[in-house]
């Protein structure tokens, strides 16, 4: 049966496949959870001989009942667990049968218009108290405490503001690790701090691309080496943007 002839019964089940894929995939979520997550979601609306092919940048996804298979585009990536745990419960329900497609579909369309499961401010007042624990962690005086923690807010703040004004990643997170390394030289002229190398290191902390280097580990172990790679080759991009930066500030300083 051609895809262009399907009804919106049978139209729903594949529109909640997709979309749950999407949500997921956008919010941080591994390759092989957003598949597996898909494959059950299928099974539990009737989709037989479902099949999906999900990379960083798209899904593909098919099952008998269509002649073709649909592509959807991701275009923008973060991280929020909290979407990705909600979609988990969704598609649980459903194997469960305490959903119908329409409902799911309805729960689904919500969390993606939803915004972040925390604010802007509470993000950055918590990359900031992270920045300044992760300054005495790697044995920085307490004198480093309170200008890494005025570094990293500041440096995350740039970061989130960036991303909004300029789609390149890569210049986001430049210009942030960059502004994070002026910051310190100026509090350390200004008398606060001892060690800048530590305010620097503890600052970055919190724009180190971490899930993105466990999720693409995950991904080839798991044998999906396309999406692995691509993981693997966007997070060394991103240390890459980092560490240019500092190295940028420690020229001109």
């Not at 591994?30 to 494959?39: A, P």
């Not at 369309?109 to 918590?126: D, M, T």
């Not at 942030?176 to 001892?194: C, E, H, P, T, V």
Request: proline share 3%; hydrophobic share 50%.
């Amino acid at each position: 049966m051609e895809e262009s002839a399907l009804g919106p019964e049978e139209q729903e089940p594949i529109e909640v496949c997709l979309m749950a894929g999407k949500i997921m995939l956008q919010s941080g979520a591994e390759t092989y959870r957003v598949e597996d997550t898909m494959t059950r979601i299928a099974e539990a609306l009737g989709l037989s001989g479902s099949h999906s092919y999900v990379t960083p940048t798209g899904i593909m996804f098919q099952s008998d009942n269509m002649r073709w298979a649909k592509l959807v585009r991701i275009m923008e990536r973060t991280t929020d667990l909290q979407k990705v745990a909600e979609v988990n419960d969704i598609s649980r329900k459903l194997a469960n049968r305490d959903l119908t497609a329409a409902e799911a579909r309805n729960r689904l369309a919500a969390i993606e218009s939803s915004g972040h499961a925390y604010a802007v401010p509470l993000r950055i007042g918590a990359a900031a108290i992270a920045s300044g624990c992760f300054t005495l962690m790697f044995q920085g005086g307490f004198s480093d405490f309170l200008p890494g923690i005025v570094c990293g807010g500041l440096g995350f703040s740039a970061l989130i503001l960036l991303h909004r004004l300029v789609k390149v990643k890569f210049f986001a997170e430049f210009t942030a690790s960059f502004l994070i390394g002026i910051f310190a030289y100026l509090l350390l002229r200004a008398g606060l701090g001892a060690d800048p190398g530590k305010i620097i290191i503890g600052s970055v902390m919190p724009l180190v691309p971490g899930l993105l280097i466990t999720n693409a580990v995950r991904d080839l172990m798991a044998g999906h080496l396309v999406s692995g790679l691509s993981r693997g080759a966007e997070a060394f991009l991103t240390a890459f943007a980092i560490g240019a930066g500092i190295a940028v500030v420690f020229t001109i300083l």
